[in-house]
């Protein structure tokens, strides 16, 4: 079994992945406006959606997301946690990209 710091370590270098993923299927003028911290940030947020809408929890071999839902989490999240107004579709096409990252790498 691996060891706290293993785990870790596989975990940052998971996010990284998917950063540089998600850096390639958005915009240019995305890529200028959102900084790294950024979308790591809205990819945790999206976690905390899954976590909270009880759909990790789900026993159905396939489980419908609504990518609008999240995308409104985020950004009411951004509000709250950042003080910080994120653009809806910007959101929703970073939702888009998050699992498009985790269908390749299931």
């Keep these: 079994m691996a060891s706290i710091d293993e ?3 596989m975990d940052e270098e998971e996010n990284l992945r998917e950063l ?3 850096r390639q299927q958005i915009s240019s003028e995305m890529k200028e406006f959102y900084s790294d911290s950024d979308i790591l940030y809205i ?3 999206i ?3 899954y976590y909270t809408s009880g ?3 789900s026993t ?3 489980i419908d997301i609504d990518m609008e839902k999240v995308a409104e989490y985020v950004c ?3 509000k709250k946690d950042r003080a910080y107004t994120f653009n809806p579709e ?3 096409l970073i939702v888009q990209a998050d699992l498009d990252f985790q269908e390749q790498n299931l």
């Design 7 to 9: 785990m870790i370590r």
């Design 20 to 22: 540089a993923f998600i």
């Design 43 to 45: 990819l945790d947020t």
């Design 47 to 49: 976690v905390d959606y």
């Design 55 to 57: 759909i990790l929890e």
């Design 60 to 62: 159905e071999d396939e």
């Design 76 to 78: 009411q999240q951004g």
């Design 90 to 92: 910007d959101m929703l």
